[in-house]
């Protein structure tokens, strides 16, 4: 009986421990296979180690891939390594095709190749700050509402990022990295500093200006996000008359060159064509 009792005793935890190795291997096995972004980063590392920038360059690249959405210290390589492969396609597109016969148009598509990535990455950087530009006031408006419910700026900021996950996703990532930084530790100011670097927005600059002034002389937060919420409305409307006052001015050229030749035909060619048959048998 004894026996049978440690024979029952020793089973469950020999197939606890054939389970457990057995979980082990599996996630030894996933964790052995790459993921995308590490191959990539592996096929384009010989590829950055080729471009030889300043710190400067480095830190200003570093910049603006944060301000794209891209923080991962590995999309610095990945982007370098982009730039010289770009420009190594340029270089041997032309070699291939022409040889040595036209430098202009080799150093000239070399450059091209080399500039793509970085005029990819500025454009992106422009749409994701337009994408915050039009979220702000959206988000200012719901922090006001927190904030005069009774709760603090931190609290506040952090209930808006989850409220505008679908609505203003990027806006909604930005406010929670200001809330991670504040529960780290940092000083308010700092991770509100933090947040008007990472964005590069005007708006978010003057926001943050605004919250700092107001931590500094402890006055009415909500009553200050409100006249700022007001004025950003104020400026997304101007922008609008704006654009809407320059279309005009766009338009010159395509009514110069697609509109203007055809009302020139419907209008003088029935005259033309009126003045070859009358002088047409003159000339005979």
């Known amino acids: 009986?004894?026996?049978?009792?440690?024979?029952?005793?020793?089973?469950?935890?020999s197939v606890l421990g054939s389970r457990l190795r057995e979980i082990g291997w599996q996630r030894t096995t996933t964790q052995r296979k790459p993921a995308i972004r590490e191959r990539m980063q592996q096929a384009l590392d010989p590829l950055s180690r080729a471009l030889p920038l300043s710190p400067t360059d480095v830190s200003q690249t570093r910049a603006w891939l944060i301000q794209a959405g891209y923080r991962s210290p590995q999309h610095v390589t990945i982007y370098r390594g982009l730039r010289v492969l770009f420009a190594a396609i340029g270089f041997l597109s032309v070699f291939l095709s022409t040889g040595f016969s036209?430098?202009?148009?080799?150093?000239?598509?070399?450059a091209f190749g080399f500039f793509i990535p970085r005029f990819l990455l500025k454009k992106k950087v422009q749409e994701r700050q337009r994408r915050l530009r039009l979220g702000l006031p959206d988000g200012l408006d719901l922090?006001?509402?927190?904030?005069?419910?009774?709760?603090s700026l931190d609290?506040?900021?952090?209930?808006?990022?989850?409220?505008?996950?679908?609505a203003h996703p990027e806006l909604s990532a930005e406010f929670h990295l200001f809330d991670l930084e504040t529960r780290a530790g940092k000083p308010r100011v700092e991770a509100l500093r933090n947040l008007a670097e990472r964005t590069g927005v005007d708006d978010?600059?003057?926001?943050v200006g605004t919250l700092i002034q107001t931590d500094r002389f402890g006055t009415s937060v909500a009553q200050a996000l409100r006249v700022h919420s007001d004025s950003l409305r104020t400026e997304r409307r101007q922008r609008a008359e704006e654009q809407a006052a320059k279309t005009t001015v766009k338009m010159i050229i395509p009514l110069v060159l697609f509109v203007m030749p055809s009302l020139i035909f419907v209008t003088v060619?029935?005259?033309?064509?009126?003045?070859?048959h009358i002088f047409a048998p003159a000339k005979r």
């Open 204 to 207: 978010i600059r003057s926001l």
């Open 269 to 276: 060619g029935p005259a033309v064509i009126q003045l070859l």
């Open 1 to 13: 009986m004894v026996a049978a009792f440690g024979a029952a005793a020793v089973s469950p935890s």
């Open 143 to 151: 922090t006001v509402i927190c904030v005069e419910a009774g709760l």
């Open 155 to 166: 609290q506040a900021l952090m209930r808006v990022g989850d409220d505008l996950q679908h």
């Open 102 to 110: 036209s430098p202009l148009l080799l150093v000239g598509l070399t």
